[in-house]
């Protein structure tokens, strides 16, 4: 059955137990590091990550110098989503294995600086 979890408190799930694990912007609410070796303990092995999450845009250089400038006020004023992390890059350097990904440019977003999404499945 689904469940309902922080990203940082899947102490009630037990390891190598769940199928998938969906998020729809809640990593970029969560400390990466420990959320994803949390994700990663409760994966089967053939599990998946799902993730719908801002990210840094691929645009120039200012862009993302800007979103990383608005990050903290961005976090303050969303609950503490964050625009200045590559969770499509953090997942790689922490070697998950990319099944598909996309990144999209929302038009619907109030603004460019949170309009970069990442879209993409990753195995551990």
Known sequence: PPLNLSTSNLSAVASESVDAVVSLSALCRANLTAALAEVRRVL??????VVFEPTLGLGSRSTRRLQVLASP???????????????????????????????????????????????????P
């Open 44 to 49: 089967k092995s053939n599990g998946r990550l």
């Open 73 to 123: 006020l961005h976090e303050a004023l969303t609950d503490g989503c964050r625009l200045d992390d590559d969770l499509a890059g953090l997942l790689e350097e922490g070697g998950w294995s990319r099944q598909s990904m996309a990144r999209h440019s929302l038009a619907a977003a109030r603004s460019w600086l949170t309009a970069p999404f990442v879209l993409g499945v990753w195995r």
